[in-house]
């Protein structure tokens, strides 16, 4: 079942040492506040680069299929590169910052905290299952495999779909819009 939403955030406490808990004493809680921010931005960077290293790898396979003259799905190669690109843009120039948890006096809202985090890492697992996806694709190219690479190359669509879905509704749910 995996630790308890309070234990995430205790963890993190944890972590900070006895310097950040007097910083968060005499600033009320704000070195917590900007370790979350550098927490979701380093997440997000992070993101990021397994993305990039992706798109990299994954036209080193479409432009493969196009020296090999293969019938293969070109159109949805191609469109694999077009949401990643596009997901890619939406994580690197996300907001930055848990801005929507914390209230007018920089308290945190550690239950929400603990939603997003659990969030991020599933999303973090989202990206492994499409490195995974991608690998095997860049096997099938390697090995001349033809026949098993329309499926494959849908299924790595739809991962990133999946994926640019649930970073759609992190962005929803995690960041609501102020007035």
Not at 3 to 18: N, P
Not at 19 to 40: A, H, P, V
Not at 149 to 173: F, T
């Amino acid at each position: 079942m995996g630790r308890r939403k309070r234990d995430i955030v205790e963890e993190m406490r944890d972590r900070q040492g006895v310097l950040s808990e007097i910083k968060n004493f005499f600033t009320l809680g704000y070195g917590t506040k900007e370790d979350l921010r550098e927490l979701d931005k380093m997440l997000r960077d992070l993101y990021y680069m397994d993305l990039k290293r992706l798109r990299h790898l994954w036209e080193d396979i479409y432009l493969a299929v196009l020296e090999a003259g293969v019938k293969a799905p070109t159109r949805d190669l191609k469109k694999v590169i077009q949401v990643m690109d596009r997901v890619m843009e939406k994580i690197h120039h996300a907001d930055y910052g848990y801005a929507g948890l914390f209230d007018r006096k920089g308290s945190i809202r550690e239950e929400e905290l603990a939603g997003i985090l659990n969030y991020d890492r599933e999303l973090g697992s989202r990206i492994d299952s499409l490195k995974d996806e991608v690998e095997k694709v860049q096997s099938y190219v390697e090995s001349e495999n033809w026949g098993e690479l329309p499926a494959n190359v849908r299924r790595v669509k739809d991962l990133l779909l999946s994926l640019e879905d649930r970073w759609i509704e992190r962005e929803r749910r995690f960041r609501p819009l102020r007035l």
